[in-house]
């Protein structure tokens, strides 16, 4: 259930997150917008590397990072391959942080919150004056996101909006008696996370012995650390970030396996013999 939300103070904090990449100056055109109307607002490369029009990474990055900011901190984020289409723009607050991001499963952990409020972005004096079809992040999420960080209030900006989720294929499953996700995220070290939450796996165990398998590959059971296999051996932990993750100790998983978000990670009670 949307309910209306807290009035948190802001934080100063402008997080950004985008498939631009840093070599063609679109992320410094969003700053400069972000700084033209806010001056003194804290920047932060959330990241500029999600793979480009891959929703569900950037999703995933989102979810897995915004909490280590203060509360009322605003988090920006354009993974927006339908820019320019009658998609929303949407402005949200949920647990005390506020998410700048079109209508497309960027914010579907938003639901996850019972103080959500979210507005459709439809109020262009909070908007540049020119906006280029292609590039809202610069003329609509950029401002939008400084007049938050600023202190306006959300009910300015736009129209009361309903979230809905964008991205079923994020969740796991259970069929025939398997645990069944996907890889949504290869980091820089080629460690494959996947969409499986801890407190998922260990409720699917059930304190029993897990075998895992990344697409028809083995991988094994659940390790704990990198170490507890030899040098370049395939390994499954529970990662960083809270997710079930395949790696390759001193070795790079997603060259080895020519994995790409998506293939498909099953779980299954019991020990192979």
Known sequence: MQQQGKMWQRSGIITILTDFGQRDGYV???????????????????????????????????????????????????????????????????GGHFFVAPDNGLLDFCLDFPDLQAVRLTKKEFWRETIASTFHGRDIFAPVAAHLAKGEAMRHLGEPFTLHKRLPGFECRIADKTLCGQVVYGDRFGNLISNISAPRLHEFA???????????????????????????????????FGFLEIGLNLGNAQTRYAARPGAPITVRRGQLV
């Open 206 to 240: 059930q304190g029993q012995p897990i075998t895992i398998w990344l697409a028809e590959h083995l991988i094994g059971g659940l390790c704990q650390t990198y170490a507890d296999v030899p040098p370049l051996s395939p390994l499954a932990l529970i990662g960083s």
């Open 28 to 94: 410094a055109a969003m700053k400069g917008v972000i700084l033209a109307l806010y001056p003194t607002a804290q920047l932060v490369d959330l990241s500029h590397e999600v793979e480009p029009q891959n929703v569900d990474a950037g999703a995933f990055l989102l979810q897995a990072h915004f909490r280590y900011f203060p509360a009322g901190t605003v988090h920006v984020a354009v993974v927006d391959p339908g820019v320019g289409s009658a998609r929303a723009a949407l402005a949200c607050e949920a």
